[in-house]
Every structure is written in structure tokens, then in C-alpha cells.
């Protein structure tokens, strides 16, 4: 028998059903941009018809990772920037999983941000969600490696000095086969976004615009926003890296003049992910590495001469 | 005799405008002394009435005398009686230990007088030395009296002040011109010679033959250039430690026997390629037998010169009798997967260097390597542990390479998918043991390996483990610290931070196998602790244990053994019992064994959150100081439990009635039950208890108390599990720490184990 009954299974889900009896009250600020992602999160689960018992949502340490206490799932809130090895291993260890990893700016490009590179690049089959609020949030509104340059905090107070780090570019860059602009303030383009996200089979990067009332009082509220896609007046191909690349360090440039751009920058149908890449080759199974614990009828090999005639 | 009278003025050896003594030489041991004085000796290398000492200082300048046997003896009896008097003076009761009763002197063996013959003339010399520099080196405030008197000072360069003397004490034994039970064999060149290749082929041809074999290696972590050389001790019976004896030894290179003179003897063989320019004037020790063989030609004539080293394989066939079919046998495996012609091209290779030395050869050695008709394995410890693992159903394997734990994973890569598994290579060690981590949590059994600088990034993420409670199973393999320190070095120097390391309080396990059949056991051992207690297990080998092939009967490994326990995992069906009243899955639950039930994510009804905050029995957040307190106390109850219900057991051997007590951890059980022999052999009762669990780990208390002296052996320098031991009995023992990156060997560890327990008698 499989332990992992709920994977699969074909009944219609609500949106609500992913509002946990357990802590259903988020603790976020009024008016903070996190509620946004949490919405969008259970519309496009609901759309997308998941049992919550077959996702994992794997955050990191901030406001940004409380997410998966006030969503229904398997939740994972690890420590400060290592979401992305953790959630990734849990979809290779049991592919038939949905896995979301989400986390602040902070826990994302500056902690964990070798992993996001390496995540990237490896293009495993998750969505990976970074609420970018400019500024570390939980900690009182440190700079991060979003805040733009001049940006005044209490550890930065003249202005930083440092350019922000371009989280579009540097995703295409490190290898993520699909890629999108988000905001909280824009919750439908965000749903659709995360579905197709979700759905995406490679490693899915969303930059969540989510403003941050409390800590980050001079940054806009992300409004009024353009989405890219829909707009005349940025035509490009998001399957052409060379125009993505273009329209993303444009988007990251605007940013900071007061232009919000949205939308989906890139798309790669064509690269297999890890996994895929893997199975392909024989070096991973299809059915969850944990399910051959459970079939008793499994031929579990145990002849030891397979392990030692090596060693004669 | 005067205690001074017998001492030759060192200066006036100097005087004589060379280090030599007519027919005699010396040498200076520790060529850059460190600490307050250091020791020049000499063994008569032919005389062996004539063992002398010469005292230097710091700067090198030659303070003490030269003394022969007869009169360091009277010396020493001297010493000895100056002592008692001294102390009787002073009345100080803690220095007379010439008033220990008489019984108890008579049960001590007596230094001999000197006399009979030059054999045991040699080992009397060596027994009053012994006594003299255990005095010396073990009590400062004894030494200071000597110190007056003879000279005599402690080195204190190098792993342990005993370590230096060594030399002293068994040297001359090697210059016995018989054949020995065991034979030891060494090939050594540059790093890119295909050294360590060339000593695995001959390795497995011994162990095809039948014979038991135990390896080392000297390396740098240099891929090319630097001193590099692979060792094999092997005998019909079996081998747990290298010893410091060389009787063949295929020198590619000068260095090659530089490096060994020390343990070459008058019987070793030296194979050497003298058309190999480096090699052409190279000088072979007076009273060893060098062998010139054309290496490179005679392996051009085969096939190419890249079989050179199989060249001298062959012709280490000759040289010690043993049957070349064997080679062949050992080159098959090797090279089956390339091609028949190469199999053949390397057996040629190996016959025309046998052919080679048994025509252009008159010499002959005597050495008959015998084969057996037994069947072995052949592994070293990183193999061992990832064949546990595939055992264990491990099946998720994350890594960043690293020495000495990289072999790990490279066997799992290419074995364990053939089980239903998979490897990752990680991009640090944060990653990997995270990737090991959501692993784990998806159901997988799942492990990570590293050495120390990986576990100093990892325990960021023990905590996590801990915490959230999932079982992971992590492997240090030690190598010498801290930061870089001596990447290809031995050392047993993470044990505090194994047991401690991370904040705040964390629950663990703590494994440490004390032998390379060991590893695959306690790897195994590991998985069901993890599971069971769903708590993290570090499991901990070292550089020693890691790279040393050793050869097994097969039935070490029987999987029939084998078995798994996942621990409480709940499906669809078992999973209500662990609901509370609303119905919600309780992944915390507080249980009286602290143990809680585990779903894994895809199982119906078992939707919850896990987190390294603290949390309640539900997995939410919490900072309720109760629920606090209940969570901290039931994480800390898995490991009461599982205190109780496992087998911590540490393994015996030798007498267990002996007063004299030695205990190590890890991998020093091996030289220390070859030790135990030695010692029989000279008439010395040892009690010696190897520890294989650090945490939980056995109560030494009762073994403790009753012997009289305790010695506790480990490699690195602050004597890590001798203060555990002081805390756990409350009783002072005596150390004997290696930290100069080379694992004990038997001979060494024995000369040093006899002095701290003869030490201990003398103070007493
Ligand atoms: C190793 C470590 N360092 C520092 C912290 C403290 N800390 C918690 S959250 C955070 C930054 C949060 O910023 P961000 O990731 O942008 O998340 P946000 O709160 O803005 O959503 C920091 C520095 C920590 N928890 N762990
Ligand atoms: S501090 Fe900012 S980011 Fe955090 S909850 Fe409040 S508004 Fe949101
Ligand atoms: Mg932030």
C-alpha cells in the first residue's frame, strides 16, 4: 500500500479549504503585501484542484515565512535561507509532491542565495516564491539586497551604498526555466501567475512585489502597475532569452524611478527538469524514493554478493 | 658507578669534528625542537651493547653525555635511590613511591642485570631506557630531579612526549634478520605515479591469495609531486595496524627511501629502477639488498611504459615468493572492463619483472608469502559505510566532496540507485545536508557525509533536525583541524563539537565505529536510531579508519543481519489514533518514550506544519513557557529512552582482570588490540575497553574503579574523551594523545602504554 494516499486523487478543491483550523489568523501587519501572496496561493491551488495533503510548502525565515502556517499542506518552516535544498529534496525524494518554496528578499538573494542560484540552475520542478519588500521586515527594516541604492534604514542611515541586486537577470542567468514579476496589489495576474507556476515542470522563480507598511514607509504601495504581457507598449518574446534578458534589466531599472512592471519575463517549455533529467538517465526511480519501504512485494534486493564480489 | 661518571661530555663528541663515534654513529631525532630541550639519541646500529644519549637544548646545543647500557642502568638505580632519599627528606608522601610495598615491587618485573646474550642484553637496554624516560617524561616534578642529575629532558615536539623515543625502544627489534609472521610491503614515489593504484592491485592480490591485508597510505592532497607511498602489512592471520617495519619497498623515487629509512632493516629489499635518472646514484643503506630493475624498459618491451609500476609488481612476486597468478588474478579485475589485450599486456609486464630479478638475481630474501585457500573481501571504512547505508535502505544520499569522506559517495554514486536510490552532489555543505534534510522529511531515509569544516556549516542545520524532529543520519570523517589544518591527516579532534556543537541544547546520537566492519554495522545502527528516536545521529570515522583497506571474511557483512526499523510512521489507516480531539494530526505528540508518531507529507489526514521554532504537539508555534518546557523535556526523553532500551555496550579485550586499564574510542581499537599482544609477549596484563558510542555511551564507572591505572588513548592533542571519562567516573586517568597526523601504530602505542603503566608502578 502507498502512504501517500492523498497524491492524485481527483476531487475538487476549494480555497478555503486551505485556511488551516489549526492558525488561521495571520499575524501580518495591516495592509502588508503578504496577504496577497497567501491569497493568490490558495486561489491557484484550488484552481489547479490540489488536495492539500499533496503539496509541501517549504518557507524560510521572515514575515515572508510564516506563509505556510496560515495555508493548509504539509508546511516545512526552516531556518533563515536553506528553503530552497530542503524543498527541492522533497520533490526528488517524492516527485508526485507539489512543492512550494517561498521566502523573503533577505532569506532569498542575500542568506540563501547561493542556493538560488544552484536551484536555478539545476532547474528542479518547483515553484519558488520570493516576497521582495525591499528591506528585511521581521528584523525592523534593515536594508536588504532589494532596498535601492540611497535607501535609509537603521543599519544603513546615511543611504546604501550598494546598487540592489537585479533578481530577474540574475535568475535567467543562473538558469530558472521560468520566470515572473509579481504584486500583492495585483492579485489575479498573481494567481495565474503561481498556476502557472505550479504547472511549469523546472524550476519556477516569482519576484513578489509585498509592500511593507510598517518598516519600508517610503517605498510605493507597487501601484499603479503595468503588466508587460498585456501591454502595447513592451513587445517582446518571453521564449527568446536574449529579449527576456532586455525586458527584465529594464523592469529592474524602472523599479526604482517609480515604474511597477509585471508580468511573465520567461518561459523554457523545452528544458528538462532535474528530475526528468535524471529519470532519463536511470539514476532515479519514478515512484517516491520513500515507497519501497512500504511494498512488501517489492523485489528488495538484498543479495550481498552484489555488494561484495566488488571487494574480492 | 657515579650517577655523573659515565656520561661521555657531548661536547666532546663534537670535538672530534664529526657527529661519529669510532665505529658509531648518531643523530640528532627531532630536528626542530620545540619546547624547553629536546633529546638527541643513538641506538648502536651493529653494537648493540652500546646504546647512547646525548641532551641538547633548545638552540641545539648538545648539554648531556653519552652513556652506555651497562652504565644508564647503574644510573637508573641511582636515579632511583637519589629519588627515594630525596623524597624521604622532604617527606613528601607524594613522591615515595619507593615506599610502595614490597609486594607489590616483587609483583613488578625486575630491570635485568645486564649480561647473557646481546639479544636480551638489547632488551634490557631498552627496558632501563624505558624506565628513564618514563620517569622523565610523565612527572615534571620527578623529571626536574633528574633533570639535575642526568640531563635527561622531554621532548615536547610532536604528538606525545613518548612518541620520540620510539625509535629507542623498538628499533633495534627490526634488526632481527628472521622471517617474520607478518610481511609488510611499500611502493612509493611522487603523487601522479600511480602509487595508490599500483598498491590496491597488489593489495587485492594478496587478499585473492588468501591473505590478510591491511593497508596505509602516506599522501599529500597534492594531486601531483610530493612524497606519496602505499603501504601493506599482510599475514595468513589477521592484521589491525601498520607497524613500523619495511621489508620490500619499491622506490620510485630518492625521497622513497629517505622517507622509510627509518623502518627499512638489514633484510629489507629496495626495488629501484637505476636507468631512471633520479635513481641512478641512489644509495642503498648499507646491509639492504637493492634490486635494479630496468622498470620502464622492461614495461616499454610489454607494451608501454605506463606499466612500469606492474613491472615491479612482478617482480615483488619474485622477491618474496609469492605466486604470480595472483597478480594476474588481482590485474583482471583491474582492467577486464578495457580490454582482454590489456589484461595481457599488464600480466607480460609483470612476468618480465619477475623474470627479470629471478635471472639478473642471485639474492635470496627467504620470504615465502604463503597463500590460503580463504575467501576475503577487501574494503576500507568509506566504502564500508555507504554499503550500510545501501543496506539500511538508505536511499537519498547529498554530499560536497570533501577528503577523507569523499569515497562515500563515490560508492553510493552508480550502487545505490541500483537499490532505488539517488545521489546529490550538493554546492556546499549548507545545501547538502539541508537536500539530506527535505529528503528525510519526504519519507526517504537519508543521510549526508563530510569532514570537519563540512560539519562546522552543517550544525547550523543539526538544530533544524533536531527540532523538527526528523531522523538524519550525518558522517564526519576526521581528518586533522582545525580549519584546513592537514586535509589528508589523521585525527580524532571533533568529538566535542560532535557532542556539543550548535546552539542551544540539541538531542543526538553520537556513533563512533572502531573498525572498518564496524562502520558498515554501526551505519546500519545509525538509520534505526534516527528513525526510531527521530532524532539526528552523527556517526564518526577518521582519515585512519576512511582510507585503510583492510581485508574481511565475507560473513563480516552477512545481510541476513541486517535489520530496519523505521520507527512510527503513520499511513491513512494508523494514523487516527494519533489525532487529537478536532481531528488534527499531532506530529509532536507528547508521549511517555518521546517519541511521536511521523507522516509523511502524501499522507491523507496528516497535513501539519514542522519548524524549527518551538512549537506544540500540532507543529504550531509556540512560546508558552509549559508547552516549552513539556516539548524541550520530550525530545530530550527520546534519548533517556532509547539510553534504555539500546545496547551501548563497549567492546572487551585482553585480561579483564588486569589493574591496568586502557580505554580509546574509534578507530585506535585496532593498533591497541595488536598492542595488547605485544605487551602479553613481554609479560604485561592490559584491560582495554574500545568505546564505539560517544552518546549515548557506556558507564566506565565500575571498570574504572577498579583498576589502578587508567590510560585513555585518542588522537588529538587536549585528550577529548579522557576528560569525558574524568567527568563520567570522577576519576583522574592518563592520557596518551597523537596529534601529529599519523595514526598510532601497535609497536609505538605498546612502548607507550608499557611506559605509562610502569610510570604509574614507579610513582606508586
Ligand atoms: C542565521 C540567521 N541570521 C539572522 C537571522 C535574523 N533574521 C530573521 S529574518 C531576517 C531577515 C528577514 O528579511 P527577509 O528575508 O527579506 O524577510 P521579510 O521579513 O522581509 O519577509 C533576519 C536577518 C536569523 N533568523 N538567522
Ligand atoms: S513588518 Fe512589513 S513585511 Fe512584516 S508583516 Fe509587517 S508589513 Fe508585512
Ligand atoms: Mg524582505
Not at chain 1, 503588466?227 to 529579449?243: L, Q, W
Request: some cysteine; aromatic content about 8%.
Amino acid at each position: 500500500m502507498s502512504a501517500f494516499s492523498a497524491i492524485s486523487e481527483d476531487i475538487e478543491h476549494d480555497r478555503n479549504e486551505y485556511t488551516p483550523g489549526v492558525e488561521p489568523q495571520p499575524t501580518w501587519c495591516p495592509g502588508c503585501g503578504d496577504f496577497g501572496v497567501l491569497k493568490a496561493l490558495k486561489g491557484a491551488a484550488a484552481e489547479l484542484g490540489l488536495s492539500p495533503e499533496e503539496m509541501l510548502v517549504c518557507t524560510g525565515i521572515g514575515c515572508s515565512g510564516k506563509l505556510n502556517s496560515y495555508f493548509e499542506s504539509y508546511g516545512f518552516h526552516t531556518i533563515h535561507g536553506r528553503s530552497l535544498p530542503i524543498a527541492r529534496a522533497a520533490k526528488l525524494a517524492n516527485p508526485g509532491l507539489t512543492v512550494v518554496a517561498a521566502g523573503g528578499d533577505g532569506d532569498g538573494y542575500g542568506i540563501g542565495g547561493n542556493h538560488f542560484s544552484h536551484s536555478a540552475r539545476e532547474n528542479h520542478d518547483m515553484t519558488y516564491i520570493v516576497f521582495n519588500n525591499e528591506i528585511f521586515g521581521l528584523t525592523k527594516g534593515q536594508t536588504s539586497p532589494t532596498s535601492p541604492k540611497g535607501h535609509k534604514s537603521k543599519t544603513q542611515p546615511h543611504g546604501s551604498a550598494k546598487d540592489p541586486i537585479r533578481p530577474l537577470s540574475q535568475s535567467l542567468t543562473a538558469g530558472a526555466s521560468y520566470i515572473a514579476r509579481t504584486a500583492a496589489v495585483n492579485p489575479n495576474q498573481a494567481k495565474d501567475i503561481i498556476v502557472e507556476a505550479i504547472e511549469h515542470d523546472g524550476f519556477s522563480h516569482i519576484d513578489f512585489l509585498t509592500q511593507c507598511p510598517t518598516w519600508n514607509k517610503d517605498a510605493k504601495q507597487y501601484v499603479p502597475y503595468i503588466d508587460i504581457n498585456d501591454s502595447e507598449d513592451y513587445e517582446f518574446d518571453r521564449t527568446n532569452r536574449a529579449e527576456a534578458s532586455e525586458m527584465m534589466y529594464e523592469t529592474e531599472t524602472v523599479l526604482h524611478e517609480g515604474t511597477v512592471l509585471t508580468g511573465r519575463y520567461y518561459v523554457d517549455e523545452e528544458r528538462p527538469s532535474y528530475g526528468q533529467e535524471k529519470r532519463a538517465i536511470g539514476e532515479m526511480p519514478e515512484e517516491p524514493l520513500a515507497e519501497r519501504y512500504f511494498d512488501d512485494d517489492h523485489e528488495w534486493d538484498r543479495v550481498y554478493d552484489t555488494f561484495l564480489d566488488r571487494h574480492k | 658507578m657515579g650517577q655523573v661518571a659515565w656520561w661521555e661530555s657531548a661536547a666532546s663528541v663534537l670535538d672530534r669534528g664529526d657527529t661519529t663515534l669510532p665505529g658509531h654513529e648518531w643523530g640528532i631525532l627531532d630536528a626542530e625542537p620545540v619546547g624547553v630541550t629536546d633529546v638527541v639519541h643513538h641506538v648502536g646500529s651493529a653494537d648493540i651493547e652500546l646504546i647512547r644519549l646525548v641532551l641538547v637544548n633548545n638552540s641545539g646545543v648538545p648539554r648531556g653525555r653519552v652513556a652506555d647500557s651497562e652504565s644508564l642502568h647503574g644510573s637508573f638505580l641511582a636515579v632511583k635511590r637519589s629519588e627515594r632519599e630525596q623524597s624521604t627528606e622532604d617527606g613528601d608522601a607524594d613522591t615515595d613511591y619507593a615506599g610502595a610495598s614490597d609486594a607489590r615491587r616483587r609483583s613488578r618485573r625486575r630491570l635485568p642485570v645486564s649480561g647473557g646474550s646481546p639479544e636480551a642484553r638489547l632488551l634490557w637496554n631498552n627496558r632501563i631506557l624505558l624506565h628513564i624516560l618514563s620517569v622523565c617524561c610523565k612527572s615534571s616534578r620527578i623529571f626536574e630531579a633528574i633533570y639535575s642529575r642526568l640531563y635527561i629532558t622531554v621532548p615536547t615536539r610532536g604528538a606525545s612526549s613518548r612518541v620520540s623515543f620510539r625509535r629507542l625502544l623498538v628499533g633495534p627489534q627490526k634488526r632481527v634478520g628472521h622471517m617474520p609472521a607478518d610481511f609488510n610491503w611499500a611502493i612509493g614515489g611522487e603523487a601522479g605515479d600511480g602509487i595508490d593504484s599500483t598498491g590496491k592491485i597488489f593489495a587485492q592480490a594478496l587478499s585473492r591469495a588468501g591473505r590478510h591485508v591491511f593497508t596505509s597510505k602516506d599522501f599529500a592532497s597534492r594531486i601531483r609531486g610530493g612524497y606519496t607511498a602505499y603501504k601493506i602489512r599482510t599475514s595468513v592471520d589477521p592484521v589491525q595496524s601498520v607497524v613500523d617495519r619495511l621489508d620490500v619497498l619499491i622506490a620510485l623515487t630518492p625521497r622513497t627511501i629517505e622517507e622509510n629509512l627509518d623502518e627499512l632493516h638489514e633484510n629489507s629489499v629496495i626495488v629501484y629502477d637505476g636507468e631512471r635518472t633520479t635513481m641512478a646514484n641512489v644509495e642503498i643503506p648499507e646491509g639492504m639488498t637493492g634490486l635494479d630493475v630496468p622498470l620502464k624498459r622492461l614495461a616499454e618491451e610489454a607494451g608501454g611504459a605506463i606499466m612500469r609500476n606492474v613491472v615491479a609488481l612482478g617482480a615483488a612476486c619474485e622477491v618474496t615468493g609469492f605466486p604470480i597468478e595472483n597478480l594476474d588474478s588481482a590485474l583482471e579485475k583491474r582492467f577486464a572492463s578495457k580490454g582482454q589485450a590489456l589484461v595481457d599486456n599488464n600480466k607480460e609486464a609483470a612476468r618480465s619483472g619477475q623474470d627479470y630479478v629471478a635471472e639478473a638475481s642471485d639474492v635470496d630474501t627467504g620470504y615465502e608469502l604463503e597463500t590460503t585457500d580463504a575467501d576475503y573481501v577487501l574494503l576500507n571504512g568509506d566504502e564500508a559505510i555507504g554499503m550500510g547505508a545501501i543496506a539500511a535502505g538508505c536511499k537519498f544520499y547529498a554530499g560536497y566532496p570533501i577528503t577523507p569522506a569523499t569515497d562515500v559517495m563515490e560508492y553510493l554514486v552508480g550502487r545505490i540507485e541500483r537499490f532505488g536510490g539517488h545521489v546529490v552532489q550538493a554546492e556546499d555543505e549548507l545545501s547538502a545536508i539541508n537536500i539530506a534534510l527535505g529528503a528525510a522529511r519526504a519519507g526517504a531515509r537519508s543521510m549526508t557525509a563530510t569532514s570537519g569544516p563540512g560539519i562546522d556549516l552543517m550544525t547550523e542545520t543539526f538544530g533544524l533536525v533536531a527540532t523538527s524532529e526528523t531522523p538524519l543520519v550525518i558522517v564526519d570523517v576526521m581528518r586533522s583541524g582545525p580549519s584546513t589544518g592537514m586535509p589528508t591527516k589523521q585525527e580524532q579532534g571533533d568529538l566535542n563539537g560532535l557532542l556539543y556543537g550548535g546552539h542551544g541544547e540539541i538531542p543526538r546520537f553520537v556513533l563512533a565505529p572502531t573498525t572498518i566492519s564496524e562502520c558498515f554495522w554501526k551505519t546500519i545502527e545509525a538509520f534505526n536510531l534516527a528513525e526510531k528516536y527521530q532524532t539526528p545521529v552523527y556517526l564518526t570515522a577518521d582519515l585512519s579508519l576512511a582510507v585503510t583497506e583492510q581485508t574481511f571474511s565475507p560473513e563480516a557483512f552477512d545481510m541476513d543481519n541486517v535489520e530496519i526499523d523505521r520507527g512510527k510512521v503513520v499511513d491513512e489507516e494508523t494514523i487516527e489514533e494519533w489525532q487529537n480531539e478536532k481531528g488534527q494530526f499531532q506530529p509532536h505528540a507528547l508521549t511517555d518514550d518521546g517519541v511521536s508518531p511521523r507522516a509523511f507529507p502524501g499522507t491523507i489526514d496528516g497535513a501539519h506544519m514542522s519548524t524549527g521554532l518551538e512549537h506544540d504537539e500540532l507543529g504550531r508555534r509556540t512560546e508558552d513557557t509549559g508547552m516549552r518546557v513539556e516539548q524541550v523535556d520530550k525530545r530530550n526523553r527520546k534519548v533517556e529512552t532509547a539510553r534504555e532500551a539500546e545496547d551501548w555496550g563497549p567492546r572487551e579485550f585482553g585480561d579483564p582482570d588486569s589493574d591496568s586499564l586502557v580505554i580509546s574510542w574509534g578507530s585506535n581499537e585496532g593498533p591497541m588490540t595488536e598492542a595488547i599482544e605485544i605487551l602479553d609477549d613481554e609479560g604485561i596484563d592490559l584491560r582495554f575497553i574500545s568505546v564505539p558510542y560517544v552518546f549515548p555511551r557506556p558507564d566506565l564507572t565500575e571498570a574504572v574503579e577498579a583498576a589502578e591505572t587508567v590510560v585513555v588513548v585518542e588522537c588529538n592533542a587536549t585528550g577529548q574523551f579522557a576528560d569525558i571519562v574524568e567527568h563520567d567516573t570522577l576519576t583522574r586517568v592518563e592520557r596518551i594523545n597523537k596529534y601529529d597526523g599519523v595514526r598510532f601504530d601497535a609497536d609505538e602505542l605498546a612502548a607507550e602504554i608499557e611506559a605509562a603503566v610502569q610510570e604509574q608502578e614507579v610513582i606508586q
